[in-house]
């Protein structure tokens, strides 16, 4: 049996079922990290021991006839920005190279609760910013469908590790985008969580009100199984709602019949690369074949999204920064005479060229009037993409899209100018979003992009078994 082409959830059932063991699971993946990660750099850390004593400790557990968590023994990988303790979390950056947190994420908590076997943290863009992980300190990470590719970002690790089938499950993080993406470019299923259903306590922030941590699996079930184990109220984050909504996935196993799906304009006056188009409109056709109604629909605002995104990420990351000074976390320049000299070599030197950019951006956008100027009305522009959603899902029950207008394009290379992305849009609404493969053929994959209500992700899950079940 070859362990590493299961999924997520059939390693667990096999385990169950005494077929293998923890330590199989967890050996076959290491074997194939030998084999791939110098080529891919899906990770930035990997702690081989520590896994493997994990799973012995499952396997323990097993034949003591223990319960187990629904992870139980599947090998999982962190994205780099979610802290974990005793382990290294560098967040892509210079800064944290050598940052070992002295206590877990409350995600990571749960992963270990629920027997995951993390072995290791995943590459991001540095601090998550960016849409390629090509500005990690740590090297740029290679799409396993096609090494000369981006793999999209910034939690591209996340992504390249469980396509090029080092992990089955991961955690990434995703402020405008930065799970789907990389799970469209990499051929696998990625879901942004509704804000405030998976707790943030743990992740070093890029923008407090727009980040939302979330997971990636090979499969839609994969995912969610992911989902459940991470999700729930947390009290050590304020924004957590105060409600354990766990999905059934038995219960969401449906036809389409009579799920109302909204099919936004503005979406498709985009230019988007022939295959994107293509592939969207098969996609389309299946979703109606099973019964789905899809009609046309308007988000007049949309179209402001990307600037308001840019403001209030930028103003957000410029605060978050601040505490990276060279004295509390991480790097401190060598020589220094003055205190103002020791924060600026140190953030002069550890810092990469898109931090430095937001860093400046915000502290401009935030100073004096321009706080009202630019934020305020950013956050008022916020309220009417809201707004616009909120009339949609009176009627519909989820939205499609692409999740990107375009293929991933060369490592090296920088965003052709017809790239176009309206993913920030659904951070700034705190809805929540699926992409999925639109189908299983080999090579470049597109990925389709559900989008629900906030706390509406049994619609999104739905919709996505059901399209995973009819396509080919
Ligand atoms: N591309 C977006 C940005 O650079 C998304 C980042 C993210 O979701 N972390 O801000």
């Known amino acids: 049996m070859d362990i590493i082409n299961l999924s997520g959830w059939e390693m667990r059932e096999k385990l169950l079922n005494k077929e293998i063991s923890s330590r199989e699971i967890v050996k076959s993946h290491l074997d194939r990290i030998d084999k791939v990660e110098e080529n891919i750099n899906a990770f930035i850390t990997i702690d081989k021991e520590k896994a493997l004593k ?28 979610i802290i974990t303790k005793d382990f290294r979390t560098t967040a892509g950056s210079k800064m944290l190279e050598n940052f070992t947190p002295i206590y877990d994420a409350t995600v990571v908590k749960k992963v270990k609760e629920n027997d995951g076997i993390i072995l290791g943290k995943t590459n991001l863009d540095e601090f998550a910013m960016g849409g390629t992980t090509q500005s990690s300190y740590f090297g740029p990470t290679k799409n396993p469908l096609d090494e000369t590719k981006i793999p999209g970002g910034s939690s591209g690790g996340s992504a390249a590790a469980i396509a090029a089938k080092e992990v089955a499950l991961s955690l990434g993080s995703d402020t405008g985008g930065s799970i789907r993406i990389p799970a469209s470019y990499c051929g696998i299923v990625g879901i942004k969580p509704t804000y405030g259903l998976v707790s943030r306590y743990g992740l070093i922030s890029l923008s407090n009100s727009l980040d939302q941590i ?47 799906i909204g099919l936004p304009k503005e979406y498709l006056d985009l230019e988007m690369d022939p295959k994107v188009k293509e592939e969207m409109d098969k996609a389309i056709n299946i979703l109606k074949d099973g ?77 004096g009037q321009r706080g009202d100027e630019y934020y305020k009305k950013a956050q008022k522009v916020r309220t009417l993409i809201i707004n616009d959603f909120n009339d949609i899902f009176s009627k519909y029950d989820t939205i499609i899209c692409p999740t990107a207008t375009n293929l991933p394009f060369n490592l090296g290379g920088s965003r052709p100018s017809k790239y176009y992305n309206y993913n920030e849009a659904i951070n700034l609404a705190g809805l929540c979003s699926i992409s999925i493969p639109t189908s299983k053929g080999d090579g470049l994959s597109v990925g389709l992009q559900i989008i629900g209500d906030r706390f509406k992700e049994s619609n999104i899950i739905k919709a996505a078994l059901a399209y995973e079940g009819m396509v080919k």
């Open 214 to 260: 979330g997971v990636f699996g090979k499969d839609v079930r994969d995912a969610v199984l992911m989902l459940n184990a991470v999700s729930g109220h947390d009290s050590m984050d304020t924004t957590s709602i105060n409600n354990d909504i766990k999905l059934d996935i038995e219960s969401l196993v449906d036809s389409l019949k009579g799920m109302k």
């Open 54 to 81: 994990d799973a012995d400790m499952v396997d323990e557990k097993i034949k003591n006839g223990e319960n187990v968590g629904i992870l139980a023994g599947i090998p999982i990988g962190i994205k780099d920005n």
């Open 291 to 367: 019964g789905a109604i899809i009609e046309e629909v308007s988000l007049p605002n949309i179209k402001y999204a990307n600037e308001a995104y840019n403001i209030i990420v930028c103003g957000d990351a410029s605060s978050n920064m601040a505490r990276f000074d060279g004295i509390r976390y991480g790097y401190r320049a060598a020589d220094y005479e003055t205190l103002d000299e020791l924060y600026i070599k140190s953030r002069t030197e550890a810092f990469g060229d898109e931090v430095k950019k937001r860093i400046l951006l915000g502290t401009y956008l935030l100073s």
